[in-house]
């Protein structure tokens, strides 16, 4: 039967790729071209609905997994099961699963979780970036998955915006220079390597996305999904230039913002996803739109979706992240095309450059979980990356009352210390969003070291460390004990929309429990945060010193290994530290820029 024969150029792994795009793609029914172009989430994914529609990709959503704590194994085979349905079609063309693995794989227990890009940012080391995108690759392809929805390369504008954390920073050069993760995801493309086209260098490597194309960090007042007012001039300099570094790297994939651009929706605007991405800069891998974008071209959500569908195909999606009711966008698209709405051209070439990318990242040759990866999830030497990570993560902003008596480095070897605070001892809090579940969780959700295992694994035996998640009555009373306090702090987990917040208040009555320890007891504060947050006077004057921590992750002894003075600081600010929230949005090249802490400020 036509597509069985070893002989077809497309099952020849040393055939061209652009040989092998063509003569599948001629094979290809429309049906089977209109499922390359069908994302849906796995909740809703069956191994007769892959065959049947010819499925191209299965997605989880964040807090979307095989079950409770399942383990790479269990995700490899779940995603297995789903790769072997697509293998079984016709023309056997392979499912990519992809994930948002944003900081690690992080929906997966015992995964190595890295700090938020926020954190990453404070490093500005583009070299440990690479090396935790390599590190990522190898767990995610171990649990099956072939593409990881990162990096977000958004420039951080408002930290009002829920999605702050997934920034690398506010400036647009500093951001250019980090988007080293795609080079670490894919690995590093040859010199020759022509811009714009897909690049995956091999097994051990995933498919990266840049996201979210374009403006996404950029809307009124940090609305997540809001509007971005700006010209073209400063849309191209602010936000589009970070993807010129993304292109040049070979990403393969670009993800559409569900945000606007003075009121146009990126979903269903040609000028920039054909125009700008495709033709001026010359992509040649792959836009996917992102989850239930489509429905969100409409008022109400999901009306007229047939329109929906039409407007963004033909604007230059090419690949639709359903991700839930994919029967009637399957049909949609099909009528579509039927009655010439949206023409055949632009179904032919959405699925060349789908078909482009899963050429070249080896997906036809290497289908299936490399469980020969088992080990290196969370294995030491990525927990090791992981802790050098938080070490250069870490900003300095206060040391001494007296800066002529630094207060850090702590005394390993003092007599009795006290640990307190609401996230001294929550590995959930100090992982934030996009932590096995969708917002993020509290507690010990996974493997790791919190600060206070850190801190009880860095003192002296004949230290003692009494810990109190909120400092008790007894404790405050009793204070001539103590040389001196740890206070931990900071926001708690959320995600994307639920992160929009206009007051930027420490929550969980942090800046009291600093204050009430600190006037008592000398106090360093570590703040867990995905932003720069509101700083009471108090907190900043009666505390001895203070440490922006941001979301550190899973390798917590990072931090008592610069706390302590194993290592020196070297983290400096990829925001600007507002004063108050009326500030905002603060602009470090405004003459009215009057920060608590200027952009790239640490001790
Ligand atoms: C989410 C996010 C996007 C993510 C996608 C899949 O809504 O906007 O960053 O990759 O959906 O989870």
């Known amino acids: ?127 440990v970036i690479r090396r935790i995108g390599a590190a990522t690759a190898l767990e995610v392809r171990a649990s099956g998955a072939h593409w990881a929805f990162a990096p977000c390369v958004a420039t951080l504008t408002d930290p009002r915006w829920g999605r702050s954390y997934e920034c690398y920073s506010e400036d647009t050069n500093t951001i250019c220079e980090l988007t080293s993760l795609v080079s670490g995801l894919q690995g590093e493309p040859p010199k020759e390597h022509p811009n ?35 010209s073209y001039e400063d849309l191209e300099r602010i936000h589009v230039a970070p993807y010129l570094n993304c292109l040049a790297q070979g990403v393969s994939t670009v993800m559409a913002s569900y945000s606007s651009w003075n009121g146009r929706k990126l979903h269903s605007d040609y000028f920039l996803l054909t125009e700008l991405l495709k033709q001026k800069l010359g992509f040649k891998g792959f836009v996917i739109s992102d989850y239930e974008a489509l429905d969100r071209l409409s008022e109400p959500f999901g009306s007229n979706y047939r329109n929906c569908v039409k407007m963004s195909v033909n604007a230059g999606v090419d690949m639709v992240m359903v991700p839930l009711k994919y029967e009637p966008f399957i049909q949609d698209l099909k009528d579509l095309v039927e009655s010439g709405e949206v023409p055949m051209a632009r179904i032919d070439d959405a699925v060349e450059r789908i078909l482009r990318v899963k050429f070249v990242a080896g997906t036809f040759e290497h289908p299936l979980a490399d469980r020969s990866l088992l080990p290196t999830v969370g294995c030491k030497e ?154 009471e006077p108090a907190v900043l004057e009666k505390s001895e010193a203070l440490v922006a921590a941001w979301l550190p992750g899973s390798e917590g002894q990072g931090m008592a290994d610069v706390i302590f003075g194993d290592y020196e600081f070297v983290g400096k600010l990829p925001v600007s530290w507002f004063k108050g929230v009326d500030q905002l949005p603060i602009k470090a090249e405004s003459n009215a820029y009057d920060p608590l802490f200027p952009f790239g400020f640490g001790l």
Request: hydrophobic share 40%.
């Open 1 to 127: 039967m036509e597509g069985k024969e070893e002989s077809c150029v497309y099952k020849n792994p040393e055939a061209p790729v652009e040989a092998r795009v063509q003569d599948l793609l001629s094979r290809m029914t429309l049906m089977e071209k209109i499922g390359q172009m069908t994302q849906i989430e796995r909740a809703v994914t069956t191994h007769a609905g892959i065959t049947d529609f010819f499925i191209g990709s299965v997605l989880n959503g964040g807090g979307s997994w095989p079950f409770e704590d399942a383990m790479s194994s269990d995700w490899a085979d779940m995603i297995d099961g789903f790769q072997n349905a697509a293998l079984a079609t016709r023309l056997g063309i392979p499912i990519m699963y992809g994930i948002d693995a944003v900081h690690g794989n992080n929906n997966v227990y015992g995964a190595t979780i890295f700090p938020h890009n926020i954190g990453l940012g404070a490093t500005r080391d583009a070299d």
């Open 382 to 535: 990525h927990r090791e990356l992981g802790r050098e990570a938080v070490r250069k993560s870490l900003v300095l902003l206060k040391n001494g009352k007296d800066v002529a008596k630094p207060f850090l480095p702590l005394d390993r070897k003092a007599k009795r210390v006290l640990v307190t605070g609401t996230h001294a001892d929550d590995l959930g809090y100090q992982c934030g969003g996009w932590t096995k579940a969708w917002y993020g969780l509290s507690g010990r959700i996974t493997i790791g070291t919190t600060l206070l295992d850190a801190i009880r694994a860095t003192v002296g035996e004949e230290t003692e460390v009494v810990y109190e998640k909120i400092p008790s009555e007894e404790t405050l009373a009793s204070v001539q004990g103590f040389s001196y306090a740890i206070v931990a702090v900071g926001e708690t987990p959320y995600a994307e929309t639920f992160g929009d917040n206009l007051e930027l208040t420490i929550p969980l009555n942090g800046s009291d429990i600093v204050t009430a320890v600190a006037e008592k007891i000398p106090t360093l504060v570590m703040l867990f945060s995905g932003r720069p947050v509101v700083l």
């Open 196 to 230: 714009g086209y897909p690049f995956l260098a091999g097994r051990n490597n995933v498919v990266a996305c840049a996201k979210h194309f374009v403006g996404d960090g950029g809307t009124e007042n940090g609305t997540n999904e809001g509007n971005t007012i700006v």
